[in-house]
């Protein structure tokens, strides 16, 4: 990774529980500044005038356009909403700033189109579904583990407010798991389920168990079993604080990188 000077980020949602993070990483983060926010209210207002929010001095844009072509940005980084992710992010490919999307909800649709996009304009784009290191790292260390274990499950735990299930980690840990598995069904031929949804959800041959409770943040176990062994492989995020590792690293790489880079794990060394 190049230690480039300072960077000039804009934060897209800084009022939301993720933005308002980013903006304090940035605040605590020498080599990065805070140049511009993009939020749907708030015209014209400057951050540190925002009850509860980071104190900086950077204006609020309601107009993207505008916000990109008075502001030098090298880099945006969103949390919104995906409609409202996807199209921060072609306005910024179109101004040539280097967009940095924790915002959920993309398909595989929209980032071929924006790879393209990226691609045609040279200017480097990181989507990363979960910026948290460690979460990233237990997918990596899981792909490597199914090489070996072929029997797996995985239990994703999550807090009781959460609407998707499984979650989006959950679902990439079992893609990236398919890619070194061998392929075959777990358990007995004539499992039966005495009430429905026991056994978890089925995905490509092995399970995927989802557990809601208030209490919990986000946590995954990734269980392997062997010939008389066992591995667990577990990751919990505590907080929010726990993505803004990941979100330095991403905006810091994004300068270097000519197109859009699809997950944290691809870039994590
Ligand atoms: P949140 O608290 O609801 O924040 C979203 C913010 O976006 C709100 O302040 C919302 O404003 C704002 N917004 C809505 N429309 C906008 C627009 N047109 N322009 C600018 N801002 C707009 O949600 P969150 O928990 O921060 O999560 C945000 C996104 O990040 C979600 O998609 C979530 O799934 C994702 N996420 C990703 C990671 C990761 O590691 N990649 C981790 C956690 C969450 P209003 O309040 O006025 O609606």
Known sequence: MTNHNTIKVAVAGPRGKMGREALTMIATTDQLQ?????DRKNEGKLIKELEGLSDLDAPIYTDVDQCFS????DVLVDFTHPDVGKYHMEKALSYGVRPVIGTSGFSEEDVQHLRT?????????????????GAVLLMK???MAARHFPDVEIIELHHDQKRDAPSGTAIKTGEMILQTRENKSQGHSEEKELIKGARGAEYNGFRIHSVRLPGLIAHQE????????L???????????SF????????NTVMDLKTLVYGLENVLE
């Open 117 to 133: 996009m990226a691609e045609d304009k040279g200017v480097g784009a990181i989507i990363a579904p979960n910026f948290s290191i």
């Open 244 to 251: 803004m590792q990941g979100v330095r690293m991403a905006v």
């Open 70 to 73: 008075e502001q030098d940005v």
């Open 141 to 143: 260390f899981s792909q």
């Open 222 to 229: 990734v269980l392997f079993g062997g010939e008389g062994e």
């Open 231 to 241: 591995l667990t492989l577990r990751h919990d995020s505590m907080n929010r604080e």
């Open 34 to 38: 805070c140049v511009a926010t993009i």
